[in-house]
Each structure stands twice: as C-alpha cells, then as structure tokens.
C-alpha cells in the first residue's frame, strides 16, 4: 500500500502564555500557508533557538496554539546544539532536552521541551479498519531509489481529522534522497 510522504524541517509549537512571552501581549499567529494536516498552518512567526554551544535562526512556529511547548529538530540540528533529544511523539516531554527560545520581545528556558519526532503515519480509525490495521502500532515503509531503504517503527497516529501521509525528519529525508511528492510502500505491520 502506498502513502505520500511529507517533510517536516525543524519547527516550534507554543502554548498560550508561551507565545506572550516571546511575541508579546496580545500578539496571535498568522497564517503563511496550510499544512496537509487538517487545521495545521505554518505561521509567518520564527524566533531562535539556542544552547551554549551554538544557535539556530529562523525556526518557523506552527498553529494553532497548543497546550504545550515543543521544539523539534533533526540528528544533525542537534550536533550543531550541542544536544541528545530523545526520539518522542508529539507531546511526549518528559526527560526531554533543555533548550532556549529567543522570539522578538522576549526569551524562553526550557527545562524540557526539545525532541527529535518520531516516523509516523497520520491515519483516520476508518482507514485503519479499512487497511486492516486495527490492533497495530507500527509498520514498515519501503523507500524506492538509488538510496531506497526499509523504514522500520513507523508509528501510526490515529486521529479522526487526519490527512493519510508519513511524516518524517529532513535526516530521514535526505538519507533516502526524498523529495516533494515522494511515496513510500507500506510493506509490513508490526504488533
């Protein structure tokens, strides 16, 4: 069965007080463009993201707002940093890295926050049931190509809002010499 596959660059989502805090007062995000995922935009909002060792500009913040703060970045964002974020799902937060987020009028700690996201599926219950996937956690994912590969733990992310794609990192991308448009092959589900 195959599924398109989308690209996420590093990016941020903030919460409410979060945002204030780097924006200002009253300050909500604007839309640049709408991402695949149902209700998901990137905004025209970017800040900085930084650790002692280096720094990281431009980092886009995603919409709409979220309950909590998360920063996610590639392997190689990381060795840049100076960081060791675990691989997580979105939200996942505990024992994650530290990191500072540096916006136009005001800067944010984090004691945790920052992770590397993990290979997964968007998928509604419906498409689930209908690709006999009920009951399952992962798959596998074949990439064609000159650098083609097995994509083993992709997870799948059940939501009924969702738009049937894999999501991976620009470190997985650029091993497999991925592109826009690009369609993997899901061969093999796992428990």
Known sequence: MQVPIGISNRHIHLNEADLKVLFGEGYELEKAKDLTQPGQYASTSKVTIKTKKDEISGVRVLGPIRPYTQVEISLTDAYKLGLK???????????????TI??????LVLEKGCIIATRHIHITPEQMKEFG?????????KIDGIKGGILDHVQLKVNPISYFELHLDTDDANAHLLGL???????DEQE
């Not at 540096?102 to 800067?107: K, L």
């Not at 996937?133 to 994912?141: A, D, N, P, Q, T």
């Not at 448009?181 to 061969?187: L, Q, R, T």
């Open 85 to 99: 974020p675990p691989v997580r799902d979105s939200g996942n937060l505990d024992g994650s890295e530290a990191i």
């Open 102 to 107: 540096v916006g136009p009028v005001g800067e």
């Open 133 to 141: 996937f009920e009951g399952k956690r992962e798959v596998k994912v």
């Open 181 to 187: 448009g690009a369609i993997g092959e899901i061969i």
